[in-house]
């Protein structure tokens, strides 16, 4: 079984100041990992995934991830955040090795809260 | 817009009632998903359908049950509703039901159960 913890509820920053959105997760198989950003009044819109490869992910809108399988942890950041990024952001997980199946296994969320 | 399509956008009914919310997956994917979002439970994954069949369970109640269809669209028909029940619906699609597709995610579907 997975699980998934964001350790920060919220995180409030200043505009244009840098970011970072923590996320650690839980494992006892190889899993593919997730970071979703959820709009006010919006569904979840993915920003990057870690599927292999390089450990440092670009995703949209300027935000990047790296995986780090020691700590297990799968950190988001961004060097310079809008009041346009103020949003609830979802760390997920899913089984490397589900096959056939997809499922998502997302944390509680942290949200944005950009100040001018 | 992601392309995955739900209706209704808010839904309020009483306890003990039944309702079906429906979802359109984006054009050409196979693969369907409902999740429901609530502030003491979060995200959590309720069911995934592959091109009619289900292929995952998750922590789905007894009083829920979903399908696709043969156009594969999917409905989540929630019945004897209970106060705690409310939530936000997801519906999400993928072009496969194979672990790391990515999961496009509708705007969800607001119940309100009074």
């Known amino acids: 079984a997975q699980s998934v913890t964001q350790l920060d509820s919220q995180v409030p920053v200043f505009e244009e100041a840098p970011v970072e959105l923590r996320c650690n997760y839980s494992?006892?198989?190889?899993?593919?990992l997730f970071w979703y950003v959820q709009y006010p009044n919006q569904g979840l819109q993915l920003l990057l995934k870690?599927?292999?490869?390089?450990?440092l992910v670009k995703g949209i809108n300027g935000f990047e991830a790296e995986f780090n399988k020691s700590q297990t942890s799968f950190h988001l950041r961004k060097p310079s955040v809008h009041i346009s990024d103020t949003a609830e952001y979802f760390c997920?997980?899913?089984?490397?090795?589900?096959?056939?199946?997809?499922?998502?296994?997302f944390g509680t969320g942290t949200l944005l809260a950009v100040q001018p | 817009d992601s392309g995955v399509t739900q209706t209704p956008k808010h839904l309020i009914t009483a306890t003990g009632q039944r309702v079906t919310l429906r979802c359109s997956p984006r054009?050409?994917?196979?693969?369907v998903y409902w999740y429901q979002q609530s502030l003491d439970q979060g995200l959590q994954f309720l069911i995934q359908?592959?091109?009619?069949?289900?292929?995952a369970k998750g922590n789905i109640l007894e009083r829920f049950s979903a399908q696709q269809f043969p156009d594969l669209h999917s409905e989540l028909n929630l019945s004897s509703l209970e106060l705690g029940d409310s939530a936000l619906y997801f519906c999400?699609?993928?072009?496969?039901?194979?672990?790391?597709?990515?999961?496009?995610f509708g705007e969800g579907s607001w119940l309100t159960v009074v």
């Open positions: 359908y592959y091109n009619g069949e289900e292929r």
């Open positions: 997920a997980v899913s089984d490397r090795g589900g096959g056939a199946t997809n499922k998502l296994i």
């Open positions: 054009s050409g994917d196979l693969s």
């Open positions: 999400a699609s993928s072009a496969t039901g194979a672990t790391g597709n990515t999961i496009y």
């Open positions: 494992s006892s198989v190889s899993v593919y």
């Open positions: 870690y599927l292999s490869g390089s450990t």
